[in-house]
């Protein structure tokens, strides 16, 4: 990945913003996952992390969920966090922005106590996770049509 990018927390408004815009982009129009299940209740209790060019242009964006959300989604272990939303804008891709994405996501983790990250990955993605240190277990399903995997690394 090129110096001029900055990964962050997203906390203030214009950056939930941006990082539902990269999302509304990826998953809504690119992959045509349905709005109304893109955006959810998760979205105001995770912490969000922003990707964005030296100018300001944002890249990518993902999230993490903890605690009693995250749980539902990881079965029922509190100490693992579950990263999910990653996307990068398609013309930004290739450069290192998803690896930095989730890097963050797990740096977010260890900040929240928690020993290991869980993730429902497009099976199309999966070799992309494991050279991440992800570990697929249980079979395939779907989540909006499209096959995924769970993965989970521990911290």
Known sequence: MSAPVTVRIAEDPADREACFAIRKEVFVAEQGVPQDIEYDA??????HVLAVRE???????????????????????????????????????????????????????????????????QTQALGFYERLGYVAYGPEFLDAGIPHRSMRRVL
């Open 55 to 121: 100018d300001g242009e944002p890249l990518g964006t993902g999230r993490l969920l903890f605690g009693e959300v995250a749980a539902a989604k990881t079965g029922g272990d509190a100490s693992v966090g579950s990263l999910g939303r990653l996307a990068v804008a398609g013309a930004a891709r290739g450069l290192g922005i998803g690896v930095a994405l989730v890097r963050a996501i797990e740096e977010a983790a260890r900040a929240h106590g928690l020993t290991a990250v869980d993730l429902h990955a």
């Open 42 to 47: 998760y979205d105001a209790v995770a912490v």
